[in-house]
């Protein structure tokens, strides 16, 4: 057995313990947790200058992007917004235990729904250290044992955080096993085959990284891939509310996949709507593919070029837009059921039977109504914190926080039933009476 | 494009139709289903003549068991069930559409999260014809459509099921693609494949059919492979309250997943509670493998013999039980998490904080108290129908009933706002307030 295998058999373990742990202990080993990455910010900035000086050099080489080499860098402001997560998590509610429903089948046979950890998680991210701290504490919280896996070119950075932050847990009574930091390249494809022992994994990074997790493993994913985001502007649209959601969602971060990738103006509208559009897109530096009919009424411009068929299905994560004109909202919502990812999607219109339709008919994880496609965020939903953004259907689906490394399990409280008194001739019936009642024994 | 992978990308398409259909038009569809049932009584019948003939030759050649031709037979009783089984699906609430949550971002801006099919289901299974009516009335209420793929030994008898049933939906404007019947072999490999379109597999048969599925696709599976449960008789046990439960956990129908395997016994209530019984299971014709410390408070019998290290993962499915002492209830927590397979697992003792413990800290679906293992089941927790029984940690856990074909998406309503006003500077604060409002527009 290899060493991380043998580390992940213990860490699933541990997880037993972890699960039964009481709110107040989970929460004063989160509260050390914050006060040591206030204690050793000095430790954490030396050991993240050790991995940016070592990723600049990379990047002049260019072997590494220099987006990477931003996400990787940790000042003391992000130290600081890595305790005010922390403390978020203490805030949440402890959901191990919540009773979901009670039904009574019989006099004294209740059947209690409560939830419980998922068990044994696999996280594997790219650069961003700030991952060790946040899901670290959502897995506390939440009852969960975990096993990082980073990349090479934070891994100074990711080993002080995990450190400090195990060792200020464990002194807090969590079983310090139940956490598992791995650090070489080939435990990945280690963690791909543990099926039997990893519950969920977590992968966090470019829409490739998170494709070939997926593709090489049966443990269920908890990611998304790709991000095509569409926003559909119907005739029945407020043109300057159109403008301004679709300039936010496509400029406001461009990089990430909520932003929006392509535009589908209603055949009525468009007139009155394109130019400004397009103009508005110049002047912020983005470049337009348009389809022929929108061409039309688009100004020519050194930044306007023709869409080919490759741009539908395209995720740029960049300043680039693609516009198709579609005659009605039927033909938006089968286009973005074609090309899209079951990401975010919203329409711009004012006329509510038209907004419900949308609503229905898309398949997407977040579906809008007259607002930016980049609202699509844990934060930005009030979940305290952010496990990942899923477009899995089974599940958990859309920005997903702590309710995402939660279970239920079933259990019956009776006092002696045997199932045979419920069948054949004289049977008992079962009540069947739906309590509003927690679980107590 | 082979036949099946064109039908099914066809279902995918009228999956979203299926999504939008209203309530009455989903339960007139159901109505016409139960109706056209009855009315078709003499087709089933002698179509499943056919198969049983055959099935009978194929028995007497060994080619076939004689539990799986029990389980293929159909007769007027049957279709009645099968019937009866509709009209609960009629009566269940439609849960598409259903408000799961409401959060206020901002003002004007409402977050909600409502209730949605998964989309394509995949349904492999062995011998029972009425798993067809029973998938596809629960398919049809909850908007999914559903690719069936039946055992060739049923086959006349799923055709004929299937033919009736979707012909009689069309009629009530349920579209008709969204249902696929596959009866070649081929075709099981060809949908394993097809994890771009199918959203969610569910295989219904033995162990090894259930884990040669799980093995051999990418796709989710909902379903459950072994059964291996437990009862642990704490030495605060009632003693004939023990006798009866542990009694009826094995014999009632021994067949099945839900049937005790294994039977843990506390050190210091063996000696009351071992001889008896093991008397009991010795008249009802239970073999008994007793490890070496249990023997020597076992009468000498026949019946009695030695178990092995294999004894404690083995899923008998027959009238066979191993019977092992524990010093504690920690030793049998331990061997439960250790040899269990996470189904169903029960406690027999008066105290609570034991019983708690228990709950607590065993890794299963189901966890009982003083009571049967057999209640683990969709019916007897009044999920009026089943889709199966799941061991699974995601989505869906112990029996599952229509919940288990739903998910749900984000629905964010605004009046244009854009993320840029709540970032950087005099950004604007998130309200998250949690509302109690139902989805409107």
Known sequence: ????????????????VLATLDTETKNKALKAMADALDDNRKKILEANAK????????AKKGDLSDSLVKRLKVNDEKITGMIDGIKDVIKLDDPVGETMSSVKLDDD??????????????VIFESRPDVVP???????KSGNAVAFKGGSEAKHSNKVLFDVLTEAAAEAAVPKEAFVLMESREDISEILKMDGDIDL????????????IQNNTKIPVLGH????????????ADVDLA???TLDSKIQYPAVCNAVETLLVNWDIAEEFLPRMVKLFIENGVEVRSDKRAKRLIPKDPKVIDATDEDWDAEYNDLIISIAIVEDIEEAIDFINKHGSHHTDAIITGNKEKQAEFVRSVDSADVFINASTRFADGFRYGKGAEVGISTNKIHSRGPVGMEGLMIYKYVLVGNGQVVKDYVGKNAKKYIHKKLDKEFSL
């Not at 057995?1 to 037993?16: C, D, F, G, P, R």
């Not at 991995?51 to 990379?58: I, L």
């Not at 046979?109 to 998680?121: A, D, T, V």
Request: aromatic share 6%; hydrophobic share 45%.
């Open 1 to 16: 057995m290899s060493n991380v295998t043998s580390e992940i058999k213990k860490a699933k373990s541990a997880a037993l």
């Open 51 to 58: 991995d940016v000086s070592n990723a600049e050099q990379m």
């Open 109 to 122: 046979l209740i059947l209690y729904q409560i939830k419980c950890p998922i068990g044994m998680l696999g």
């Open 134 to 140: 946040q899901i670290l504490s959502l897995c506390l």
């Open 201 to 212: 994994l977590i992968p966090r990074g470019s829409y490739e990284f998170v494709k070939y």
């Open 225 to 236: 891939s790709a991000g095509i985001c569409h926003i559909y502007v119907d005739d029945e």
């Open 243 to 245: 403008l301004a959601v």
